[in-house]
C-alpha cells in the first residue's frame, strides 16, 4: 500500500513522484500506454526566451528549472539559446529583444562557427539550458525504481496525484490541448551546441541540438485536440524555416516525426490544485520541462500543510 498514487509518468508525474522519493514517502506511479506529450518536446529550458509571450511568472519559476535538471539527470546542457532572424524580419529581433531580457546581442558566428556568413546578429540568451526530454524522463525513471517506487498500470492504492496531462479532462474539462509538431532530422554536416530560435511573423521554428548529429526541429503551435500525425502543411513550413537557419538542413535525413498536445489552462499558465481528495498538477503548455520542477516543489509545500495529508 502507496501513501501517494501518481496518475502519469509524463513530466509532471516524473517530476512529482521525484521528489516525493526524495522526501521520503513511500508512493507509486500509475503509467497509461498512451504517449505522453512530454516524449515529444524539444526540452528547452529558456525561461527568458519564453517572456516573449509568458507572463513574468513562467520566468520566475523556470529560472531555477536547469539546476533542478542537473542534480537529477546527466545530460543538460548550460550553453545558452541563440535567436536569429533572417535580414527581413531584422525587426523581429528587436521586437523580441524588447520583450526579454537577460540578454545581449551577439555576431552569431563566433557562438556557433557554423552560422559563418550567415547572420549578421542575434541575440544571445547565456543564462539558458537544455536537455534530451526521453533520456532525461528515462533517468527519472531509473531512478525512482532505484529506490523502489513500482511503475504499473493496475489500481491506485493511495491519495492520487493526478499528472495525467491533456487526459485529464474528465476531472477538468476546461483544459484544453494545444497541438504541437516536430521533426528529429540527422545531419553530419551540421555542429550546433545550443538551440536556436529561428524568429518569423508566420513560421518561427527552433532547433534543439540532440546527440549523434540529430536535431529536434519544432514546434507547431495549434488549438486543437487532434493528435494526429504531423500535416503537410507543418512540415514543409518546419523544413522550410529550418532550411533558412542553414542550407545544408536540405541534406538531413527526416527520421521521425511526431506530434504532442500541450495540456494548458485559461492563461497558459501551470496550475497545483486539489479538489475532492485528489491533487493535480497540470496545464504545463509549452513549459513542461521548464515548468515541472517548480510545480512538483510548489505541490510538496501544500502536502506538507498537515489538514491535506489525511487519507
Ligand atoms: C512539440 C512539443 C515541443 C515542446 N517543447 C518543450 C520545450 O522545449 N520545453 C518545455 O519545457 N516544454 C516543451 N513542451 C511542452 C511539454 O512537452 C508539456 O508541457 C509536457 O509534456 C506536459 O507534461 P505532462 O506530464 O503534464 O503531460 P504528458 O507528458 O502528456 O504526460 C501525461 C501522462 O499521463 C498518462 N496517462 C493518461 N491517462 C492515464 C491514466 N488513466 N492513468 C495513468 N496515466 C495516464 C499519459 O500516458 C502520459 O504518459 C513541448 C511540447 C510539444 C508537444
Redesign the pocket.
Known amino acids: 500500500m502507496s501513501r501517494w498514487s501518481v496518475?502519469?509518468?509524463?513530466?509532471?508525474?516524473?517530476c512529482v513522484a521525484t521528489l516525493l522519493a526524495e522526501q521520503g514517502e513511500t508512493l507509486e506511479v500509475?503509467?497509461?500506454?498512451?504517449?505522453?506529450?512530454?516524449?515529444?518536446?524539444?526540452?528547452?529550458?529558456?525561461p527568458f526566451c519564453e517572456g516573449e509571450s509568458a507572463p513574468e511568472r513562467v520566468t520566475a519559476l523556470g529560472q531555477h528549472?536547469a539546476g533542478w535538471w542537473s542534480q537529477r539527470v546527466e545530460g543538460v546542457a548550460q550553453q545558452g539559446t541563440l535567436v536569429l532572424a533572417s535580414p527581413r524580419d531584422a525587426t523581429e529581433l528587436t521586437r523580441f529583444a524588447r520583450l526579454t531580457r537577460q540578454h545581449q546581442w551577439c555576431n552569431p558566428e563566433e557562438l556557433e562557427p557554423d552560422l559563418a556568413g550567415r547572420f549578421a546578429r542575434g541575440l544571445f540568451f547565456a543564462g539558458e539550458a537544455?536537455l534530451n526530454?526521453r533520456d532525461a524522463l528515462r533517468q527519472l525513471r531509473a531512478a525512482l525504481e532505484a529506490r523502489g517506487v513500482a511503475f504499473h498500470?493496475g489500481k491506485p492504492s493511495g491519495t492520487l496525484i493526478d499528472?495525467?496531462?491533456?487526459?485529464?479532462t474528465d476531472r477538468q474539462p476546461e483544459l484544453r490541448a494545444v497541438?504541437?509538431?516536430?521533426l528529429i532530422l540527422h545531419s553530419d554536416d551540421l555542429h550546433f551546441s545550443r538551440p536556436i530560435r529561428l524568429l518569423h511573423p508566420r513560421f518561427p521554428c527552433y532547433l534543439?541540438p540532440r546527440a549523434s548529429g540529430h536535431f529536434m526541429l519544432?514546434?507547431?503551435m495549434v488549438e486543437s485536440d487532434d493528435a494526429s500525425p504531423i500535416s503537410v502543411r507543418a512540415m514543409m513550413e518546419l523544413l522550410s524555416a529550418a532550411w533558412t537557419i542553414h542550407p545544408a538542413l536540405a541534406e538531413a535525413r527526416i527520421v521521425e516525426s511526431?506530434?504532442?498536445?500541450?495540456?494548458a489552462y485559461r492563461h497558459n499558465v501551470p496550475e497545483v490544485r486539489y479538489r475532492d481528495g485528489v491533487f493535480s498538477?497540470?496545464g504545463?503548455?509549452?513549459?513542461?520541462?521548464?515548468?515541472?520542477p517548480a510545480m512538483a516543489q510548489h505541490l510538496m509545500q501544500l502536502l506538507s500543510q498537515e489538514s491535506h495529508y489525511a487519507n
Open positions: 496518475l502519469g509518468s509524463g513530466v509532471a508525474g516524473l500509475i503509467v497509461s500506454d498512451e504517449m505522453p506529450a512530454s516524449h515529444w518536446a524539444g526540452g528547452m529550458l529558456a528549472a537544455h526530454p498500470a499528472c495525467r496531462g491533456i487526459h485529464a497541438r504541437g509538431e516536430m534543439v519544432g514546434a507547431t511526431g506530434t504532442g498536445r500541450r495540456p498538477v497540470n504545463m503548455y509549452r513549459h513542461g520541462f521548464l515548468l515541472a
